[in-house]
């Protein structure tokens, strides 16, 4: 019963934030990815129901000061962040306030199925608008210097100022879309569980994890590549219409072709 | 089963869902500052214009939502050479170099320039920015309560401290953008240091103090 309490008073103090995230954050570019990573880690757990069941039926005796401390932590992160509008922090509180609860009631034995569904939640954060800024803006450069330089290369008649592409007669602005940013979050959180629930050792998902950042960024280079195309042959009005919505479909289908070819490469190599 | 860590645990939770939903939350909602500000249209040999709407109506087009108000003027001097003069007050800023990377500029920073302003050193960030023909010199800095916080992580740490103890405070970032050209950029910057000298001698105490920090 008391355990009960104890997780639907930390339903309570989170329920507010997740609605402000909801209001705020939910619907901003880079963040559409959260959507999905609360009832993912939420599954995660699931998943494992059996070993945390058996895990939490032992007796765990010791003074675990270290996991109250990292509790409080959480919890002082979660007040201070809330009281001063720093979303940021108290959505990172999330993560050592469950490592220290978890830890605290139910023994550093509960970690092993919940270190990853935990951390997982860090991917929840919302990323500075300083920081986020100082990660895009060189992204959206990036892709716009390469995109020149594939069509200039291919011999179409394009011209870049900063993050504007003239190509003909038309232009395209490199918005944040793309930057890749929202790509690369989007595609890291789901791959990332799909290496983890995922078969083989260790450095195999090291590998597979390390692949995640090149398949997402090449994708999006693809797209803004074939948005200028479009927009070249068909102008602005539909390479910036159906065509810059659906786009982003090519990421995914690159991302996660990419991957599923490196997890079937090795598995054939480590076999 | 411990039932004494489900106690602690209980009375930490519930103690920070108190300090938490209690108590009612101080958020930044501008000082008023900007309002307050009487900036001479006529300023030395300086003739001024507001273009505070039309910069504001470039800037709302971005993503600038973090802008609680702004002020901007375009001065001319006698000899026909223009400036853009502008103040923003926000609880949070964007690296003008992010701003103006994604308006289309290339940009290059430079080292910092030092300004003496009524006996204050001001050290303002210094960019050179370029779109076809157009090229400025663009001087910035940012000032928290009188306080020049010239590092990013300076600012964060002042907002942090200014947020903690919930006082009403006046963040600004003043920039001034001169028409320049790469081989008269020195030519430039003694246009500013003009201005700034001229203007800081029309300013009252308090405003000086707010604008270019304090002696």
Sequence with gaps: MVNYVVWSLVIIMYAPLFYQLYLFQWDKIDYTHAYFILPLSLWLVWRKRKDIKELAQQTHPGRHIGSLIILFTGLIMFVFGWKQEYMFISTLSLVPLLFGLVTYLYGRNMLKPLFFPILYLLLLVPVPLGVLDSITLPMRHGTSVVAEKILVLLNYPIKREGLLLTIGYSEIFMGPPCSGFRSLITMFSLMLTYVYIGSGGFSKKIILTSCIAPFALFGNLIRVVSLCLITFYFGEKVGQGFFHNFSGIVIFVITISGLIGVDSFLDRKLQ | ?215
């Design chain 2, 1 to 215: 089963m411990e039932k004494y860590k489900y106690w602690v645990v209980i009375i930490l939770l519930l103690s920070g869902a108190v300090l938490s939903f209690a108590f009612t939350k101080e958020k930044y909602v501008g000082t008023g500052f900007i309002a307050k500000l009487d900036l001479p249209v006529v300023v030395a040999k300086w003739r001024g214009e507001n273009i505070t709407e039309e910069v504001n109506g470039s800037i709302q087009r971005s993503t600038a939502n973090f802008i609680s108000d702004m002020l901007s003027y375009q001065y001319t001097n006698n000899e026909g050479k223009k400036l853009l003069f502008i103040i923003l007050d926000a609880g949070n800023f964007h690296h003008p170099k992010g701003c103006f990377t994604s308006a289309g500029f290339n940009i290059r920073e430079l080292d910092d320039t030092e300004f003496n302003v009524m006996g204050r050193r001001l050290q303002t960030h210094t960019l050179f920015t370029e779109k076809g023909e157009e090229k400025f010199l663009s001087f910035y800095w940012i000032i928290i309560d009188k306080n020049i916080v010239h590092e990013w992580i300076d600012q964060k740490i002042k907002q942090l401290y200014f947020s903690l103890f919930n006082k009403k405070r006046v963040g600004l970032m003043v920039r001034i953008d001169v028409l320049t050209d790469k081989d008269k950029m020195k030519d430039s910057m003694i246009i500013a240091k003009d201005f700034i000298n001229d203007m800081s001698k029309t300013l009252h105490q308090e405003e000086l103090d707010y604008i270019f920090g304090q002696r």
